[in-house]
């Protein structure tokens, strides 16, 4: 159920992107009078179309795509049967080159405007939830990760990039994560301790277990029960605390999850604190350590509201922010710091970044995140991508000359080649990382 969960959101989210993507190609070309001839979501076999005007509306069974066919444009179709012909007024290569540039930036156009307002609607409609470092008053949990890089359970991360922590969530940000000679500086046994970031680590994240690396340390009781599950066959209820599994005391969340992964399908007793009086009750872990309800971590959080005119600038923030991160990414693949088998995923790892369970606010912000990233991939100056049509134009703009329509049908030669071998790549790569980590 969970894959399939994670299979729709993926379609969802990549049939919207798409869409909008080429919406923004077909609606800037008929602007300057262009003639489109097809409009696809998805890629053939058909599943349905419908002719309206000069124009075929498709939905392909393939959903990882869609295309716009414009007549005179030397495309993926590699349709250059009319190119030694005298060009129509309608077609793309009649128009003059700015046009050409804006109809081939239409897309990503699109998809950062859609990124921006997805991020600005989730912000505006419910705000931002933090949790101020002062109130981290137990410290960190972390994992072998951590340890290896000289961190310990129990400190207290007081600055990132010797700049004093005020919210928790910037122990996570790129500058640290991403940039060179990042550091933590943490408070352990009244001391303080400087423990340096090493440049691989994004490597060492996508190689491991990421949950856990640094976490804060939080007390926690039972928000709700699923139904059907272990916790409610025990009698687990709402509010209560669990405070021991078998002989082992749990007072944190991260606690309770590794003592449960010790005892994955095993029968269990717990230790519970219900109404201030202790109850025993006994219990299934499952085969994927749980026991089946959502937890209430009990770190007090704050939430940051935005009116609607704050919440614009704010939402094209985070999303620029997306594109800055991916920039940061590449150049950390560019010098061999990251491994591009543990950077790159292809559907799969998509799917998996959706997750198996189903939530609105989750669903759109990473369509968002998607988004912005679909418009940063295309931008790439590589020939077939928008971004390789956007250079050539650039060039003509700029010199005067156009390109010969040879040159053009060769250099997407070239691009689909290395596009079909990335795709290829990622899709091995999923399948690798699914198989054998």
Known sequence: MEALVMAGQLILGLTILVGIHELGHMLTAKWFGMRVEKYAIGFPPKLVSKQIGETEYMIGLIPLGGFVKIS???????????????????????????QRLIVMMGGIIFNVITGIIIFAALTYMYGESYLLAKDVQYGIETNEIGEQMGLRDGDKIVAVNGKPLVEFQEVYSPDVLLGQNGSYTVERNGQQVQVPVPSNLIDKLADGNKVGFIMAREPFEVASVKAKSPASAAGLQPGDRITQVGNQPVQFFHDFQQTLQANKGKTIALQVERNGQPVTLKTNVDQDGTLGFYPKLLLPRATREYSLLASIPAGAEKAFSVIT????????????????SKALSGPIGIAQIFGG?????????????????LAFMNFLPIPALDGGHVMFLTYEIISGRKPSDKFLENAQKVGMVLLLGLMGFAIFNDFFKLIFN
């Open 325 to 340: 991160t991916n920039i940061k990414g590449f150049a950390k693949i560019f010098r061999a710091e990251v491994s591009p």
């Open 357 to 373: 369970n189903f939530s609105w606010v989750n669903f759109w912000a990473i369509t968002a995140m998607l988004s912005m990233v």
């Open 72 to 98: 005179g444009m030397i495309d993926e179709s590699l349709d250059t049967a009319t190119l030694n012909q005298e060009p129509e007024p309608w077609e793309f290569r009649a128009k003059p080159a700015w």
